[in-house]
């Protein structure tokens, strides 16, 4: 993930290239020809598809960890047991 820049002239520098870079970006992508533009969106479409499709994968898959085994429940019946053997004494 790309970081802010924390100073007054790191943030003017940061925007002034992104308003000179994008408007030329979007230059040349239109000066690309149709059956190119329409390969990158494509691709583009694609790279959303898989992402969203592994963003629900990881969300199943922690929904069907819930109430399965971890080690934090080893660690709380240890103490549970320790606590009813000083209990019993």
């Known amino acids: 993930m790309a970081h ?4 007054i002239s790191g943030n003017i520098f940061t925007i002034a ?18 059956l190119f533009q329409l390969g990158l969106g494509a691709v583009a479409l694609g790279c959303v598809a898989l992402y969203l499709w592994r963003r629900r994968l990881e969300s199943a898959r922690e929904r069907n960890w819930v ?9 709380a019946r240890r103490r549970d047991e ?4 000083v209990a019993a004494r």
């Open 17 to 34: 290239l992104a308003a000179i870079l994008i408007p030329m970006l979007v230059w040349f992508l239109l000066t690309l020809p149709a």
């Open 67 to 75: 109430g399965e085994f971890s080690f934090g429940d080893v660690v």
């Open 82 to 85: 320790e606590a009813l053997e």
């Open 4 to 7: 802010w820049p924390k100073t």
